[in-house]
């Protein structure tokens, strides 16, 4: 009995430690986009005191866009390289040092005066945070039973995506933006206190010292088979960051395109807004995943609600400010599948390569705000017209989500005790 409450001791640490890491880990992602405008404004205006607002008005949009994708490659190459310690290494080297890099790195972030040293420290950033969430759903996976998994991984995905709201909240109540980057890198800092009682994978310990190829990402590529389950899994999910990486973080922009005054939408109410309807879809996704015992159908059903959503953000959006937030949480309770996108990850691939895959395929679809952006900017040319543009977009990438989840497996209850030749 005494060994039972142990074991659950145990688990019950680690979930909660990739819960809070995860919490952090959004809680610094998309602090950027709460504060883009308050603190690009401010940096612009030292940097060049003697534009007009007019230019500074132009220049805020732009510049974030490319602040985004700075952050954006960074999580790139850092989900390859996280991901292949993680295998090579063990995942508590990735948990330890992934939250010391994006802890200094939000403490930095509150003391730039340049757009250059922003765009390096959100790339900096986005590194240091690529490790975080790959890392501790493959040690929650690999720690609890198959039948219950789901569950450890709903949790953290729950708690982690809440870190938003928080991040929203704090924007709204802290008056200075450089010191909501300075809360981000303490709560990391302390948090990482919290990590030295957790303990490693049994699955990685168990091949640590087998002569088996680990942390290999290229072996992903080596098989057709492997390599169409991954990119399915991927692109199922990049449907979630066209809806928050374009409509929820340009918010303010897109509002005015449909018909609400300036200023009437803010980038840390939308953001704040999403993440709340995120939070619950996350619990809902993840309980639904396990009442139904299928990770396949529930990503339809959310991929079908992402869609409609939408559809309603454009056709909806511009009627009123409390009608635009209300299709701002519906959107995101719609796009709040993380969990069990999550969880299909870490159950498609050996315990040779699972680090790997599952710390590179979010930040593959968070990397994806390159390509979107670079989609959309080629739509636009042809149309001229930013609304009409970005609804193609949004149709192009949605449609590519819909044929990779059919050609996606389920992955509910597999046994994960396998290496991949």
Same mark, same amino acid.
């Given at each position: 009995?005494?060994?039972n409450k142990?074991?659950?001791g145990k688990?019950s640490?680690?979930?909660i430690v990739?819960?809070?890491?995860?919490?952090v880990d959004?809680y610094d @992602?998309?602090?950027?986009g #709460?504060l883009?405008t308050e603190?690009?404004?401010?940096?612009?205006h030292?940097?060049y005191?003697?534009?007009?607002?007019?230019c500074?008005e132009?220049?805020n949009?732009m510049?974030?866009s490319? !602040?985004?994708n700075?952050?954006m +490659?960074?999580? @790139?190459l850092?989900?390859?390289?996280? =991901?292949i310690?993680?295998d090579k290494?063990g995942r508590?080297s990735?948990?330890?040092?992934?939250?010391?890099?994006y802890?200094i790195?939000n403490?930095l972030?509150?003391?730039?005066?340049?757009?250059?040293?922003?765009?390096?420290?959100?790339f900096?950033?986005?590194?240091?945070?690529a490790g975080e969430? %790959? +890392?501790g759903i493959t !040690?929650v996976?690999?720690?609890?039973s198959?039948?219950k998994?789901?569950?450890g991984t709903m949790i953290?995905?729950?708690? =982690?995506v809440?870190g938003?709201?928080?991040?929203?909240?704090t924007?709204?109540?802290v008056?200075?933006?450089?010191?909501?980057?300075?809360?981000?890198g303490?709560? %990391?800092f302390g948090?990482l206190?919290l990590?030295i009682?957790?303990?490693?994978?049994g699955?990685?310990t168990?091949?640590?010292?087998?002569?088996?190829?680990?942390?290999?990402f290229f072996l992903?590529f080596?098989?057709?088979? *492997?390599?169409?389950?991954?990119?399915?899994i991927?692109?199922?999910t990049v449907?979630?960051?066209?809806?928050?990486?374009? @409509?929820?973080f340009?918010?303010?922009?897109?509002?005015?395109?449909?018909? !609400?005054?300036?200023g009437?939408?803010t =980038?840390?109410?939308a953001?704040?807004f999403?993440?709340m309807?995120i939070?619950c879809?996350?619990?809902?996704?993840?309980? !639904?995943?396990?009442l139904?015992k299928?990770r396949k159908?529930?990503?339809?059903i959310?991929?079908?609600?992402t869609?409609?959503a939408v559809?309603?953000?454009?056709?909806l959006?511009?009627?009123?400010?409390?009608?635009?937030?209300a299709?701002?949480?519906f959107?995101? #309770?719609?796009?709040g599948y993380?969990?069990?996108f999550m969880?299909?990850?870490?159950?498609s691939?050996?315990?040779?390569?699972r680090a790997t895959?599952?710390?590179?395929?979010?930040?593959?679809? *968070? =990397?994806?705000?390159?390509?979107?952006?670079f989609?959309?900017s080629?739509v636009t040319l042809?149309f001229?017209?930013?609304?009409?543009?970005t609804?193609?977009?949004g149709?192009?990438?949605?449609s590519?989500?819909?044929?990779?989840?059919?050609h996606?497996?389920?992955t509910f209850?597999?046994?994960?005790?396998?290496?991949?030749k």
């Open positions: 009995m005494q060994t142990t074991y659950s688990i640490l680690l979930i990739a819960a809070l890491g995860y919490f959004i @992602l998309l602090l950027f #709460v883009r603190s690009l404004y401010d940096i612009l030292h940097q005191p003697n534009l007009s607002q007019q500074l132009h220049l949009p510049f974030g490319q !602040l985004l700075w952050q +490659a960074g999580m @790139l850092g989900g390859i390289i996280w =991901g310690i993680g290494r508590l990735v948990l330890f040092g992934s939250i010391i890099l802890s790195a403490i972030n509150g003391m730039v005066t340049t757009t250059g040293a922003y765009s390096f420290l959100r900096f950033s986005g590194f240091g945070l969430l %790959g +890392a !040690l996976s690999e720690s609890m198959k039948e998994r789901g569950y953290v995905a729950t708690v =982690g809440f938003a709201v928080v991040a929203g909240y924007a709204e109540v008056d200075n933006w450089r010191h909501s980057y300075y809360i981000g303490a709560m %990391g948090l206190l990590r009682g957790v303990y490693e994978s699955l990685f168990g091949i640590k010292h087998e002569s088996v190829s680990r942390g290999n992903i080596k098989n057709r088979i *492997r390599l169409k389950k991954y990119l399915s991927i692109f199922v449907p979630v960051w066209y809806f928050i990486g374009t @409509l929820v340009f918010a303010p922009e897109f509002s005015v395109e449909l018909g !609400l005054p300036k009437a939408i =980038g840390g109410k953001i704040m999403a993440y309807g939070t879809g996350d619990l809902t996704s993840g309980l !639904l995943s396990q139904l299928s159908k529930t990503l339809g959310y991929l079908v609600w869609t409609l559809a309603l953000y454009f056709l959006g511009g009627i009123s400010v409390f009608m635009f937030y299709v701002i949480i959107g995101g #309770v719609a796009t993380w969990a069990v969880s299909t990850a870490a159950e691939f050996g315990t040779n390569i895959a599952t710390t590179t395929a979010p930040n593959f679809v *968070r =990397g994806s705000t390159i390509l979107i952006s989609v959309l080629m042809c001229h017209d930013k609304i009409t543009s609804l193609i977009t149709g192009i990438f949605i590519i989500g819909f044929v990779a989840l059919y996606l497996r389920d209850g597999v046994d994960l005790d396998y290496i991949e």
